[in-house]
């Protein structure tokens, strides 16, 4: 369970938490939030953390047979089958059914990440759970699970962490204990890694008014993204496009997304607040609404950019929320971007930067952990040339083009 803790410095507010768990604990999440009072009211800030107590090995397993059990009274269909049936064996996980309790898990925390606009208790507690079943996990170079040549090709795809170990399993699985030659090998990587590709058709392609968002780290590429989209539906699609700018945190965002709406020839809103946003979406006639934001994320639950996750606010526009994920990112820190986006309500992810890599398991680490699909692919600075729309099939030979083996 976690628990929250404040206190004027990070120090304080960990000697707070340490205070009440010990100092075992584990820390979930930091941010600076608004102090309590007047003085917040007036701007001041102190910091909050959540943490937990650690989760021994027998509580773990006794966590997850209780999460069984209600999910099984509940909704037996939605997850993975189940981990502890066999009332032989009951207490000490062995590593088979920590691969299986993973995968549980992992569903259990991606049914969340889309039922979810905030985070809850009971998300905090299942992230909790998942971080110190991965923490338990073998690790992905254990030399029974890796053969050099399958090391090879997830190095030079860039997949890493619990995703690579998931498909040493099922490259393994489809050899069936035979040795594969390099080409069945290749060939099995290729199908293991397609079975882990989600896309949804590029947004621009619907006819009905839309609204674009782009959410994500800082530098990631969201608003030359932002700009690629418009400059595309303008040019290719004959259609009107305004922007909506939330980034009014960064000195010189403003400039730069005025210069791209100029260039384009649209309408630019600034908006600061929740409030403003919708009743911007609202005012804008166009067929497209493009929403920058700003790299910070959101920093409370009434953050603007917690007003995407709005869906009444937004009635009659198709909404898409993109998550932006470079392609060099690591799959471990993927979920750290992921849950600082989650009460967004991302609903698919443009991969940025495919040039600057020539390991772009970002491609697949961002669906492997959210479940979200990829919609949009970038390839560099210009614009609106340097953009794609994402199909599986690119994606495949981004992450293991056939000649590099051959
Ligand atoms: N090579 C390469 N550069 C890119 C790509 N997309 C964006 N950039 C560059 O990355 C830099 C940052 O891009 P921005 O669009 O300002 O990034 P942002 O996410 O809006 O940044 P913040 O608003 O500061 O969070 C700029 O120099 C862009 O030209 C890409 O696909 N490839
Ligand atoms: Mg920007």
Known sequence: MAHVFRGRTLSEARGAAEAELGPELIVLQKRKVKRKGISGMLGATEFEIEAGRPVSTAMLAEKLRERQEERKAATASLFTPAAYDDEDHPARPGVHDLHRLHDEVRAMRAMLFRMSKHPSRLQNELLDLRRTVDTMMPSATTPTTRTPRLDQLLES??????????????VRKQAGGTKLSQPQLIDAYRDALADRIRVRPWPLAADERQLIALIGPPGVGKTTTAAKIAAHAISKLNKTVTFISCDTFRIGAVEQIKRFAKLLDSPLMIVKKR?????????????LILIDTSGRGPTSANSVETGLADTEAFEGLTRQVMLCLPASIRYSDTSGVADTYRSCSPTTIAVTKLDLTSAPGGLIHGTAYTELPVSTLCMGQRVPEDIAPATAGRILDYLSPRRQFN
């Open 157 to 170: 795809s860039g997949v890493d962490g619990a995703l690579a170990r998931d498909i040493v399993l099922s």
């Open 275 to 287: 409030e403003d946003l919708h009743r911007a979406v609202k005012q804008a006639s166009t067929d």
